[in-house]
Each structure stands twice: as C-alpha cells, then as structure tokens.
C-alpha cells in the first residue's frame, strides 16, 4: 500500500479540547513524557506544536506552548516536558499530574518548523536539551515511514543521565544505518565516554552536520543563546540561510 502523505486538515479557528492523560514515560529525573487522548484531534505536522492551559480551583489560568514529540501517524500525542525552576505549569505536569487526568489543549500550531518524508533530505537535526522534542517527532515520522532519508541528529545533554529518549533513539539507528546519532555532554561525562564533551561548536558542525555543498535541511532547536550560536557557526560554515529553520525557547518558561 502506497503511505499517504500526512498533510493538516483544512485552516479552522483553533478552540480548546480535553486531553486525557493516556500514559506517562519517565525520559529522565527531570522529563516525562505525556501520552495524550485528544478526541477529534487534527492532524499534525512534524515539527508543530500546542499550547495546554491549566485552571485551578479558583479559575486562575496558566498556559504554555510544547512541541508535538509524537509523529501524524501515532494514535496517542506525545508531549514531553521539562521541569523547570519556578516553573508552575512544568512543575505540575512533571510532579503532580497522573494517568487519567485531563487539561485542556489546542493546535496543532505552526507551519514554519516541519519536516515531512516529501521533502527528502539531506537533513540534519541539531538540539540541546528538551529542544529534541519536535526533532523528535520527525524521527519517529521518517522511522514510522520506512523511509530511509540520510539523516544525522546532533544533540547536546549536560551529563548522560540528562539524555532523552536514549531507548527510543537506539532502537531507530538498529533498524536504519542511514540515521546517524551524534551526541555531546557539556557538564559531566562517565568513564569511557566515547562522545563529544563540549558544546557544539562550528568545528563539531563541520565533522558532523551535511556539508553545505548537499544543501541538507537543517533544523536547530533549543535555548535562545545556543539557537542563535549554532545558527551563526553554519552560516560562517557556507550553509544557505534559507535551509536553516529554527526554534527556541527561553530559560524562564515552564
């Protein structure tokens, strides 16, 4: 049978819908990962994003924005979250939230920051910390597809237990040679650590990413200030500014 394409359904007002808590994945001691019902749901894009709001018993709203970490052709919506300090909505998800609960959701939102399996490659996937949530989901999309477009994904952990999806991203490199993990630890590293131990830098760029002559797809997500450098070090490298899409988030989010 031919895949078809996944494609967003036709432009509609975005209104808020319920999401049930299906599952809940521990990535690591600060990430957890929400299997989300949403009844109705539109389909996505990878790469899109949602926001949640959250209402007390008071009517006190808090909302957020997250990447989609699951790919269109999942029944289950996957949002993984970071706790963050002084986060309230982090904080919540992260600690207090349980299988069965429901908050309210609405997108999918965003059209700049996708990939699909039509736009072939090269492709070259470039996150630090959570930022690999909506790179994610174009992995799981291009494993889910068979399609063994060249791909290469650098991402940047503080130490190694602060690294997400570990089982996910081993099982999808077995099954396709053609996808290369790249991964660098900035804080700590542990004995016999054979990876990067810095952060990216244009020399890792160089070694690692597609060089600019392939003209790959790149996609970089992550914190503002490390957005704004790798994107300043593969523009200096000769990369087409054009074939750079970025997303980014700041440190007081949560």
């Given at each position: 049978m031919t895949a078809i394409e996944p494609r967003p359904g036709p432009a509609r007002r975005l209104e808020w819908q319920r999401a049930q808590v299906r599952e809940i994945i521990v990535e690591t001691s600060r990430v957890k990962s929400l299997l989300l019902q949403v009844v109705g749901w539109q389909a996505h894009l990878p790469g899109q994003h949602v926001d949640i709001r959250l209402t007390a018993e008071d009517g006190y709203q808090a909302e957020r924005s997250y990447s989609i970490a699951s790919p269109p052709e999942d029944e289950l919506i996957a949002l993984t979250v970071e706790r963050v300090e002084n986060g309230e909505v982090s904080r919540y998800l992260v600690d207090e939230l349980r299988t069965g609960d429901q908050f309210e959701l609405r997108g999918p939102i965003g059209g700049y920051f996708v990939w699909t399996v039509a736009m072939e490659g090269p492709v070259c996937l470039i996150a630090a910390?959570?930022?690999?949530?909506?790179?994610?989901?174009?992995?799981?999309?291009?494993?889910?597809?068979?399609?063994?477009v060249p791909?290469?994904?650098l991402h940047s952990s503080r130490t190694l237990e602060d690294v997400i999806y570990v089982k996910d991203l081993d099982a999808i490199t077995r099954r396709d040679p053609s996808l290369r993990v790249v991964g660098t630890l900035t804080r700590k590293q542990p004995e016999g650590w054979k990876g990067y131990r810095r952060r990216i830098d244009k020399s890792m760029l160089t070694d690692e990413c597609f060089p600019p002559h392939r003209n790959p797809k790149i996609y970089v997500c992550g914190p503002t200030s490390f957005v704004e450098d790798v994107s300043s070090f593969l523009i200096e490298l000769g990369h087409d500014a054009s074939r750079i899409k970025t997303e980014r988030f700041g440190p007081t989010g949560g």
């Open positions: 910390g959570s930022g690999i949530a909506p790179l994610m989901a174009m992995l799981r999309h291009r494993d889910r597809r068979n399609a063994h791909a290469v994904l």
